[in-house]
């Protein structure tokens, strides 16, 4: 019994002694010089974060950067112990993403990892470097036109599911771009149809779910503890929403793993222009793993669950707002839609006259300026990196980028909240620093995906603005809500359809 007892003191005095150690240690002095928030230093903004609703932490973000302005260079933010860093300057923002050596990501990310394992984006190193090479040969511009033709199939069906709107008033249409771009990136990364525009999966809902778990866990101090974090009603939340995933996943995989046995093997795997076979990414890396690559079965399990998750979430979230500008700013609607009759009239798309769309391109570029699909990304340096107001982030902490920040700076972007296409005309480009505008984050772990996720973009709004009017509904404010991916609150994006 008096072993029982002694144990939670006996943890108790360990926490204790780390506490003091880290208070009294280097990183700490150099951290405490870095300007930060207002809130007490050992407390930091814990209570704030404890109490908040996950949707409110965006907003609450906002408000902490508005209210530190003389911090320009940089600011920390303190909740107990764990400090992030945030980088304000345009030349260590390009210094930290440009510095090959500070690819590791920052603590958050673990929460990741039960979902996405060790994939793309939650992996560094070998791991990382061996898979980016590996997949990188399935967002070949080649690969790129194929995909196509499956977004024109699937758009098809969105145009049906659309036009039982016309005529019925305001509705949400996120929902609807939500299922149309699982059905995309099934179909185009999996080689698998799964119908989700028909049957409305519960996939995206638990995705949903998962994220909202991993933002909770990211703000809350004490889920940080895994046993702490088992106790919590979030532990089943995440638990099941998994458990889906992963089924939906499996049942994917069997079935490919079947096709692919039956496919004869490619030896050198090579083609005329020196990349791999032209083949889905789920096709390419089973076809490595019967070529004998040292490819896992848990490694191609995590990829599948990274690329459902990332070109799935992301593509619809950057749509739904497109969608919401569009609407908002008729004027810009018309100027699209006058472009897309003049590039494709009646025809179908092909690659190429998708990139003639200069500007519904602008339209899309300013859209992810406002809203950016993914509002933070973090680093844990794997070195000291000096800054250029005088002080230096020592090596093990966590440095980030606040993108929905970012790409409001009056400096890089005059009048920022104004919604001006013209902003990414070559010649307002070349004006600015290359770091200014990042949505796709950038150096040498920027978005794989960013091309594919562009083309989608485009595919999609020139195909909805040759049937499709697009207003929105009166008194509708846009509120997003970051739950890692930014997307609409839970109004969506209310709108009208009216046929052309």
């Known amino acids: 019994m008096g072993v029982g007892w002694a144990w ?86 390009e210094k930290l993403l440009s510095d090959n050596q500070q690819l590791r990501k920052s603590i958050n990310y673990i929460y990741l990892e039960p979902w996405l394992g060790q994939g793309l984006i939650n992996s560094d190193g070998t791991i990382w470097q061996r ?20 977004m024109n199939s699937k758009l098809d069906i969105f145009s049906e599911v659309l036009e039982k709107k016309v005529g019925n008033g305001y509705f949400d249409i996120e929902p609807l771009i939500a299922n149309y771009s699982l059905d995309v990136i099934t179909e185009t990364a999996m ?154 009239g009646d025809s179908k798309p092909t690659y190429q006259s998708l990139m003639n769309f200069k500007y519904l391109e602008r339209v899309i570029k300013e859209t992810m300026r406002l809203y950016p699909s ?21 090596k093990d902490s966590d440095v980030a980028v606040f993108i929905y920040d970012h790409h409001r700076n009056p400096e890089n972007f005059p009048d920022p909240e104004k919604f001006d296409p013209d902003r990414f005309l070559p010649e307002n480009i070349a004006k600015r620093h290359p770091y200014a505008y990042i949505p796709f984050s950038a150096g040498s772990r920027n978005c794989i995906g960013q091309k594919f996720a562009m083309m989608e973009q485009l595919a999609t709004v020139s195909h909805l603005l040759r049937q499709f009017r697009i207003s929105i509904e009166p008194g509708f404010v846009m509120k997003p809500i970051s739950h890692i991916v930014l997307r609409p609150n839970v109004e969506g994006v209310r709108i009208k359809l009216t046929k052309r």
Request: include cysteine.
């Open 8 to 93: 939670p003191y006996l943890l108790l005095g360990i926490v204790l002694l780390l506490i003091y150690k880290f208070y009294n240690s280097r990183s700490f002095k150099l951290l405490s010089a870095i300007p930060s928030t207002n809130a007490p230093r050992f407390i930091g903004h814990t209570l704030d974060f404890l109490t908040m609703h996950p949707s409110n932490i965006l907003s609450f973000m906002l408000q902490l950067f508005d209210k530190n302005k003389t911090n320009k260079n940089v600011m920390a933010i303190w909740t107990g112990p764990f400090c992030f860093v945030y980088l304000r300057t345009l030349p260590d923002i």
């Open 131 to 150: 898979h980016r090479k590996m997949i990188t040969p399935s967002f070949h511009f080649k690969i790129l036109e194929g995909f196509l033709e499956i």
């Open 191 to 344: 080689s698998t149809n799964v119908d989700a525009q028909r049957t409305n999966s519960e996939f995206i809902d638990c995705i949903k779910s998962l994220t909202e778990v991993i933002i909770i866990r990211s703000v809350r101090i004490m889920y940080f503890f895994q046993p702490i974090f088992n106790l919590s009603p979030y532990k089943n939340q995440e638990s099941k929403s998994i458990n889906y995933v992963n089924k939906y996943i499996a049942k994917i995989l069997e079935n490919k793993r079947t096709e692919a046995k039956n496919i004869k093997k490619d030896e050198n795997v090579e083609n005329d222009i020196g990349a791999k076979e032209k083949l889905a990414l789920l096709d390419m890396l089973l076809q490595l793993q019967f070529s004998n690559a040292k490819i896992t079965d848990k490694e191609i399990y995590d990829e599948v669950n990274t690329f459902m998750f990332a070109g799935h979430d992301t593509v619809s979230s950057a749509l739904s707002f497109v969608i919401y500008n569009l609407a908002v700013h008729q004027d810009v609607q018309e100027k699209v839609y006058a472009e897309v009759m003049e590039v494709l």
């Open 374 to 394: 993914v509002p933070y990304i973090g680093r844990r340096l794997k070195k000291d990196m000096p800054i250029t107001d005088g002080h230096i982030v020592p």
